[in-house]
Structures are given as structure tokens and as C-alpha cells.
């Protein structure tokens, strides 16, 4: 909060309107701060197109052999970035998409109905697609594999 107040006046708004790489610089240098949160504060809250590398993308990555066990997080973020942006262009800012919310029980925060541009809506998606498959298949000591959807792209020598 200290950060918030000194930086940018107590405002998220101010913050995330800032240059991508000035926030993210930002963020890292804040003690306890890593490059998981800080993408994960930039992606989910900011609405900044970085994606979020966390131990499943990590895990599922290195069973298909994808990376290395010795890449970086850059590395791995810059690959999926840079791969996902690839198979679409961002569209005009005046094209964003709006999230649909489903019903619940309380309203929507202004952060969950918060328009979002194409790619930062997809990095969101992607990331929330590898966290379900990491919990239900690739998990760190008994995968199953024969039961993931990703099975047929692993590599045949196991």
C-alpha cells in the first residue's frame, strides 16, 4: 500500500496506466515481489498483456519437451508471449473485448467486467487452461497422462 501511495497517488487506475515494462520494473523491485506475482498483478488486475508463468506451465512444458529444465521464467514468458501472439493480431484498442460474468450470488467486481484487449483476454484464458490441466493431469508426482487431453502430444520416448 505504501508503494500504491508514494508511486502513483493510492491509484490503481494511475498505476496501470503506465507502460507494461515501467510497472513491471516497478513491482519486481519490490521485496517479495517475483516475476509470477508481479505478471499475475499486471495480467489479472492491470489488464496488461504478460502472461503468467507459474510451476504447471513450468511442468507441462518440460514432460512435452517444450523447454528445458534449465530455461529461465523469461524465457518461458517471452516463448508463450511471443508464440500466442502470433497466432492472432491485436486488434485495434476500439475492438476489446467485454468478459461475459456469469450470475451469482454477489455482482461482479469492476475488475471481473473490466473490458480487455484480445490478447490480454487470451494470455488470461491460456493461463487458466494449463493451471486446470496441471491440477487434474500433469501433477508433480503421479501425472496422468493417459488421461489428459495434451496426451497425444507427448513425446513417444517416455
Known sequence: MRFLDHRHGGSLARMFSRPT????????????????TADSILLYAGNHPVFVVDAYT?????????????????EIRELC?????????????????????????????????????NLVQVFNEMH??????????????????????LQKFLPLAR
Open 21 to 36: 515494462a515501467e510497472v513491471r520494473a516497478e513491482l519486481l523491485a519490490l521485496n517479495g515481489v517475483g516475476p509470477e
Open 58 to 74: 513450468r511442468r507441462i512444458f518440460e514432460r512435452h519437451r517444450i523447454i528445458s529444465n534449465a530455461a529461465t521464467y523469461e
Open 81 to 117: 508471449e511471443k508464440t500466442l501472439a502470433a497466432a492472432g493480431e491485436e486488434p485495434p484498442a476500439s475492438q476489446v473485448l467485454k468478459t461475459r460474468v456469469q450470475p451469482s450470488c454477489h455482482r461482479p467486481s469492476r475488475m471481473s467486467t473490466a473490458p480487455r484487449s
Open 128 to 149: 487458466g487452461l494449463i493451471v486446470g490441466v496441471g491440477k487434474t493431469y500433469c501433477l508433480k508426482s503421479q501425472p496422468k497422462c493417459e488421461q489428459c487431453p
